[in-house]
């Protein structure tokens, strides 16, 4: 199933990037890279702000009412969020990425203000990687214990990670009573 849906969301990638190759006619063509950013950039751009929405006395929230017994905290949602792209993108460089990222990995960020920091570092590796990305090495060999077998994969596994954690904060945020940035 979780192969199906990275199929899928490669071939919607790659589909919105031939549409906005076709649309940009007179104007300069995007990059592959400069498409592939816009599309992390979008899912950044609405699940930063969410993780900076929670107030800091609410950072260590996990629903308890119903279904919820043994949830990560928003704190480790955030935490796991930003060790996985650590790890998404130290793949993509062929280097050996952090350990147990599904509990937040060796990062010490505790605080909401060092998670968040760690948070934008690892979008900052995923832009230099995402730059790195061209036609020529798309289906590039990729190793590793984090998804992908190749470059494309690999990116495709990082932007729907994002977008599913993203849900859950959404969640979170709304039964604290917050409204995400993103629906204001």
Known sequence: MHRMKSVTLSLFMLFCATV???????????????????????????????????????????????????????????KHVACANEAWAKKLRGERP???????????????????????????LMDSEIAKTKMDNLMAPMEGPYAGDNRLEVLNSALWHISDHYGQLVVYLRMNG???PASR
Do not use: W
Not at 112 to 118: G, M, N, S, T, V
């Open 20 to 78: 906005a190759v076709s649309q940009t006619k007179e104007a300069a063509h995007p990059t592959l890279s400069e498409i592939m950013d816009h599309a992390v950039g979008q899912v950044e751009g609405e699940f930063v702000p969410a993780a900076e929405a929670m107030p800091e006395d609410k950072y260590s929230f996990a629903p308890t009412n119903g279904e919820f017994k043994g949830v990560r905290t928003f704190a480790e949602q955030v």
């Open 98 to 124: 952090p350990d147990r990222c599904d509990t937040g990995g060796p990062n010490s960020a505790k605080t909401k203000a060092e998670i968040l920091a760690y948070l934008h570092e690892t979008f900052v």
């Open 178 to 180: 917050i409204i995400p």
